[in-house]
């Protein structure tokens, strides 16, 4: 029996969403403590947001130093619970709750983590929100991750879910929103996995509510990959994150202005409303999702995400009502992917406020995209290396393609230029590696200089139509084996459609 039962252990210790990823656990004495397990656990890189939180509070709180403003643990060794919570406002607060269990075999002990967040006192499903577990390997003295369904105690429903962990006894209570009545759910221990009990429903005369569960995207298998799909802005904006795909769903506009615009989704600690953002605001730090203002509104920005791909399903857009917003803004991000969507504005603006905008981090790409009608640039780049648009279109924008500063490695393959005015097009100073491959310049402002450098730039196999005399600093242009066609004429008959752009779009002559 004991062999059987080592077996059952082991196995459902290796199905793990880290596969074979053991966290070792230090202690002090003859065996560890709660307090060890929650740091062991929070040891881990790539936690999220809601035990990056517990993480960097849980460290204070070693330190015997103060935690952040509206954080507070409670901490039982005796009974191996730990509770924590960040309150935001009074009703209004985040948190995340440790426990363990002795298995029957003293091999395995088993350690739980239980996030929650409630809203205005109302339990509220996010992105984090939900119960994990970890074995712990006695003799090993390490934690493997095990997924709750493994430990008998998952619960699939499309409602919210609340669980509460035992500071005594062994018995796990969870209560599912569900929206005729509330279903309260016993999981009982029997020293090596939990068994569901149904509990009657609570008093009819307590009226118990719960934020609803869709304001989440659901989890879909895309292009042999796992995205989170979302159908409006909300769904958007929980969906954000690190290493996370989001799909915006076919036919779906996101108007990102309503939400951005409100203040009470950005109350957490890895949401800010702030006034203004450059690259040393969270230098060094977390993930964060900032709604920053701008002159007539605000604008979303991302800040220290890494692989971050937002993609459409198919004629899928983003948009924003604000002039001087950029519809997204990543700062001091690394390998993120905007990939086969149509981005703009609403109405078209002046004197800042672009498409997108990219300031400091390292290799990020724009495929597949159609960024048009922007208060003044498609692209505003400052500060950063290895950028890359692919099969793309920047078309109608006020001031001009692009504007690009001390950057390095700044790459365009098989993208259209067109309709874009006022002044210099090409606005490129201090780049190093700016690169044009089978790109083509029309139907832009005449008048307006296509190439403002200052440091050489490369046409490989492009088609320039734009005014000789406006053509700007050919001196320092780079034109190798790659034969490249210039015309005077922005508006050439002869100019051939191709398909480029969301869905590969078929654009005509005329950039239609």
């Known amino acids: ?212 569960a869709g304001n989440f995207g659901e989890t879909v298998k895309y292009k042999d990959d796992t995205y989170i799909r979302v159908h409006n802005a909300e769904q958007f904006l929980n969906a954000l994150g690190s290493k996370r795909n989001i799909l915006v769903a076919r036919n779906t506009e996101l108007n990102l202005t309503p939400i951005v615009s409100d203040q009470n989704y950005f109350l957490s600690t890895s949401r800010k409303w702030l006034s203004v953002v450059n690259q040393d605001t969270f230098k060094g730090g977390s993930e964060v999702i900032v709604s920053e203002e701008v002159n007539d509104g605000r604008q979303l920005t991302l800040v220290n995400m890494k692989q971050l791909t937002i993609e459409g399903e198919g004629n899928s857009s983003i948009v924003v009502d604000p002039r001087y917003a950029f519809c997204l803004r990543f700062v001091a991000c690394d390998q993120c992917s905007v990939n086969n969507l149509t981005i703009g504005h609403t109405e078209g603006g ?81 780049v190093e590696g700016l690169v044009f491959e089978d790109c083509r310049f029309y139907a832009n402002w005449g008048d307006a200089t296509l190439f403002s450098c200052n440091k050489e730039f490369y046409l490989l196999g492009c088609a320039v139509y734009h005014p000789t005399e406006h053509l700007g600093n050919m001196d320092l242009c780079q034109q190798p084996a790659a034969q490249n066609f210039f015309s005077p004429n922005p508006l050439d008959l002869n100019i051939k459609g191709r398909e480029i752009g969301p869905d590969g779009h078929y654009v005509n002559a005329r950039g239609e």
């Open 1 to 212: 029996m004991k062999k059987l039962m080592i077996i059952a252990l082991t196995l459902l210790a290796s199905m793990t969403m880290q596969a074979q990823m053991h966290i070792p656990v230090d202690y002090q004495g003859q065996k560890p403590n709660i307090k060890d397990f929650v740091s062991a656990i929070l040891s881990q890189h790539d936690l999220g947001e809601a035990l990056n939180d517990v993480k960097s509070n849980w460290q204070l709180y070693l330190q015997k130093k103060p935690l952040s403003q509206g954080a507070s643990f409670s901490v039982d060794v005796k009974n191996g619970f730990v509770r924590y919570e960040h309150h935001y406002t009074p009703k209004t607060y985040g948190y995340t709750e440790f426990c363990f269990w002795n298995c029957q075999d003293p091999a395995f002990k088993l350690v739980a983590v239980n996030n929650g967040f409630m809203d205005e006192l109302v339990p509220t499903q996010t992105q984090y929100s939900g119960l994990d577990f970890y074995t712990y390997f006695t003799h090993e003295k390490y934690l493997n991750h095990t997924p709750a369904k493994n430990m008998g105690a998952g619960i699939e429903v499309s409602h919210v879910v609340a669980y509460t962990l035992p500071q005594t006894g062994k018995d796990i209570m969870a209560t599912i929103f569900a929206p005729q009545r509330n279903v309260q759910i016993l999981m009982k221990w029997n020293g090596m996995k939990f068994q569901q009990q149904q509990l009657g429903a609570p008093d009819g005369n307590v009226q118990v509510s719960a934020r609803p």
């Open 350 to 430: 002046y004197c800042e406020g672009g498409v997108i905008g990219i300031t400091g981090g390292w290799r990020n790409t724009v495929m597949d995209c159609d960024l048009y009608g922007c208060g003044t640039y498609g692209l505003d780049i400052y500060n950063t290396n290895s950028f890359s648009m692919y099969s793309s279109k920047i078309r109608d924008c006020t001031y001009g393609i692009m504007n690009v500063r001390n950057s390095l490695g700044v790459h365009f393959t098989h993208c259209d230029f067109f309709r874009n005015q006022e002044y210099s097009l090409v606005d490129a100073m201090d």
